[in-house]
């Protein structure tokens, strides 16, 4: 098992939330789950590794582990799920055993058990990863393929063989840039599956709802993480678009981009934006701060009572509506950031129709 490209960095980290004038100390919740993320990611590894070499034959047909959410995303809380899928050429005979997954989620964060996959089926699967690329549009790309092959982009990280991760975005990469009709114009087909999967999700998350059912997290996962989620899937293109000329292998760029932490390539697109560093500033300080409440079980169970005893005052207080209020000034820096002089091109070309 080699080591993946975009492997958490401390050193990075540091360097990029300097060019904004921020250290580590300012964010310090955001940091310890990139540290965090970082040592489960190896703590599963060299679990599976030592499986491997112990029961070769039960993982033959196994091509790779891949984990997404906030482990993918090196914003790991105790609170937080393990999503993952098993990615085989022979996806119906290559099933994990349930053994090794239970294991690996009761010891990857010392103290805590990260949760099962959630039941809408699109984790804790075996695929074949070649449904991610021959089902790009009409009728048989569902929901389910739509939403692997995007996450597969915006937040996924190898467990079991980093390179077999990176062939397989590369392929996924590859398809897109295929559909243009020169080198180094902006991949529309890429740009607008992201764009899909962005609406596909907010839609979700409203078909979703049911009368006092949970609803405050989910809501504010959509306004936070999964947004600034969808805007790390862009910066990419965003910085393709502003310099396309120093990108000698668009396809390896792109790869490249997709294997660092989602929190990177929004610091990357923000530190390039030319916008003023309090708006950078408050873009990540935002991010931190949902990393620092979500990992409170009590704080998550506040914002649901919060959320239904508040929602008919016309001046609600309380968590859930403080981290609501934190989203609307989000959302405006993000419409900041997005129209600002570097990035107004791209936004007004591509993303406004």
């Not at 091509?63 to 799920?81: C, H, K, M, Q, W």
Request: glycine letters at 4%; hydrophobic letters at 35%; proline letters at 5%.
């Amino acid at each position: 098992m080699g080591v993946e490209m975009g492997f958490f960095s401390p050193g990075l980290y540091s360097e990029l939330l300097a060019r904004m004038e921020l250290s580590v100390e300012e964010v310090p919740a955001l940091f310890s789950a990139a540290n965090r993320s970082a040592s489960a990611i190896d703590r599963a590894r060299k679990m599976i590794c030592s499986y491997v070499d112990q029961h070769p034959k039960h993982i033959r047909d196994i091509d790779d582990i891949v984990a997404f959410g906030s482990l993918a995303r090196y914003e790991l809380t105790p609170n937080s799920d393990l999503d993952y899928l098993t990615i085989s050429e022979n996806p119906e005979s290559s099933e994990i055993p349930d053994a090794i997954i239970n294991n690996i989620r009761r010891t990857m964060v010392t103290g805590s058990e990260l949760k099962k996959p959630g039941t809408t089926g699109i984790f804790g699967k075996s695929i074949n990863p070649k449904e991610l690329i021959s089902n790009i549009g009409l009728q048989r790309d569902t929901n389910e393929i739509l939403t692997r092959r995007v996450l597969f982009l915006e937040e996924s990280v190898s467990l079991m063989y980093p390179e077999k991760h990176r062939d397989i975005l590369w392929s996924i990469v590859n398809t897109y840039l295929d559909a243009r009709e020169r080198k180094g114009q902006t991949p529309r087909y890429l740009l607008n599956d992201i764009i899909r999967y962005w609406r596909t999700i907010a839609i979700d998350y409203q078909a979703k709802i049911e009368g006092n059912k949970p609803k405050a997290l989910r809501h504010v996962k959509l306004l936070i993480p999964r947004k600034l989620c969808f805007i790390s899937s862009l910066a990419p293109l965003y910085l393709h678009h502003l310099d396309v000329e120093k990108f000698d292998s668009e396809p390896n760029f792109l790869v490249d981009s997709y294997l660092e932490p989602s929190s990177i390539r929004l610091m990357r697109l923000l530190t390039k934006s030319g916008t003023n560093n309090s708006l950078q500033q408050r873009i990540v300080k935002t991010l931190d701060f949902f990393i620092e409440k979500s990992s409170d079980a009590m704080w998550r169970k506040n914002i649901e009572e919060d959320i239904f005893s508040n929602q008919f005052n016309h001046s609600p207080s309380g968590p859930y509506w403080e981290i609501r209020e934190r989203s609307r000034q989000l959302h405006k820096d993000l419409t900041e950031l997005l129209f600002s002089d570097n990035y107004r091109s791209f936004t007004e070309k591509y993303m406004v129709i």
